[in-house]
């Protein structure tokens, strides 16, 4: 599986910005899916996860529940990462990830941040 993000961009404080990432490769409906970030001069930091084979579990990051929504269209290979009432603090590089495990990556923030799949980075800005 490669993954391809998109939707690099800069936001208002407030604002809205919806990230893509695009997977090759015919098995992407089994993987589990999601988003990591890493802001200038942090850490890695979990975003948020989609399961997959079938099952529309998700789960957040705690910063970004209830203002970021995950979803995954498996017919076009893609999963997205809407993002609203964006906050300076969402600035990052965001990263689309992708495992067998839906445990692995909820379990990121504890076990680490190592994934089968990881794409590009795509830098969101969110100005004040």
């Known amino acids: 599986v490669q993954l391809q993000a998109s939707g690099r961009g800069v936001a208002q404080d407030g604002g809205s910005l919806r990230l893509s990432c695009a997977a090759s490769g015919r098995t992407f409906s089994n993987y589990a899916v999601g988003w990591i970030r890493q802001a200038p001069g942090k850490g890695r930091e979990f975003v948020a996860t989609?399961?997959?084979?079938?099952?529309?579990?998700?789960y957040y990051g705690a910063s970004v529940k209830g203002r970021f929504t995950i979803s995954r269209d498996n017919a076009k290979n893609t999963v997205y990462l809407q993002m609203t009432s964006l906050k300076p603090e969402d600035t990052a590089v965001y990263y689309c990830?992708?495992?067998?495990?839906?445990?692995?990556?909820?379990?990121?923030?504890?076990?680490?941040?190592?994934?089968?799949?990881r794409g590009q980075g795509t830098l969101v800005t969110v100005s004040s």
């Open positions: 989609i399961a997959g084979n079938g099952s529309s579990m998700t």
């Open positions: 990830v992708a495992d067998r495990k839906y445990a692995r990556l909820i379990g990121s923030p504890v076990f680490g941040y190592e994934f089968d799949y």
